[in-house]
Each structure stands twice: as structure tokens, then as C-alpha cells.
């Protein structure tokens, strides 16, 4: 049977962990051999490759909010739309980056994560990378 608050949960512990900085939490939510895929370089990578990105994200970008979130939750999994907000640390430069992210769920872990960004917005966020 669906349990449609545990999966509202999940969207939303995996989403507060990025704010926090909880690089661990938020892996945690991955099964063990998840996929996770990026529009923009068309390339899919393990939870711990995605550890890596997240970390060094978190150590560029302050201050991060997902505000306008949208959640779609279904049997499969979630959708989950929104606009991440931040501040590069670097220059003190305010960002914006719409975001739709698609994830297959199974046994309450991610199995796959597909990110849909806006390649300019993407740019500004890995500037000074």
C-alpha cells in the first residue's frame, strides 16, 4: 500500500539535509547502488561521486534555502520542484537555480535521481569551483 506521508517525509528530509549542510543525511537516502543523473553533463553517478559534488557545493554556496517547493508524490516515487537559493561564498554573489527533480523510490531509499537545471544557473553556482 502507498503511504503518501512517508514519502512526503522522504522528499523532504532529503531536501532539509542539502539546506543544512548534512551532506551524510542526505546520501543516506540513497540505496546503495542509485543512479543519479544530471541534465546538464548527461553523465550518472553513484551516491558517493554525488557525495563529492554535494560536499563541495555546500563549502561554495552559504545560506541555501529551497524556496517555492513543490512536491509530487506517487506510488514510484516524488517530484520535487523548486528554486534553490544561495550565496556564493567566493564573491558574496546572490543565486537562483530552478530545479525539477524526478526520483524513483523503493523500500523508502532513492534508487534513481534525475536533476533538470538550468544550464546558465548551473554555471554561476559552480563559478570559482
Known amino acids: ?7 512526503r517525509a522522504l522528499a523532504k528530509h532529503f531536501f532539509d539535509c542539502v539546506e543544512k549542510g548534512d551532506v551524510d543525511g542526505l546520501v543516506a537516502c540513497y540505496a546503495p547502488d542509485a543512479e543519479i543523473w544530471h541534465n546538464t553533463d548527461g553523465l550518472v553517478q553513484g551516491p558517493e561521486d554525488n557525495r563529492k ?3 563541495g557545493m555546500t563549502k561554495r554556496i552559504s545560506d541555501r534555502v529551497y524556496d517555492e517547493r513543490r ?3 506517487y ?4 517530484t520535487h520542484q523548486h528554486v534553490l537559493r544561495g550565496t556564493r ?3 558574496g554573489a546572490r543565486l537562483a537555480l530552478d530545479a525539477c527533480i ?3 523510490v523503493k523500500d523508502g531509499k532513492i534508487t534513481r535521481l534525475d536533476e533538470y537545471f538550468d544550464s546558465a544557473q548551473v554555471a554561476e553556482f559552480r563559478k570559482f569551483a
Not at 1 to 7: G, I, L, Q, S
Open 102 to 104: 524526478v526520483c524513483r
Open 1 to 7: 500500500m502507498f503511504d503518501e506521508a512517508a514519502m
Open 75 to 78: 506510488p514510484e516515487g516524488f
Open 71 to 73: 512536491v509530487y508524490v
Open 89 to 91: 561564498t567566493h564573491d
Open 53 to 55: 559534488g554535494l560536499q
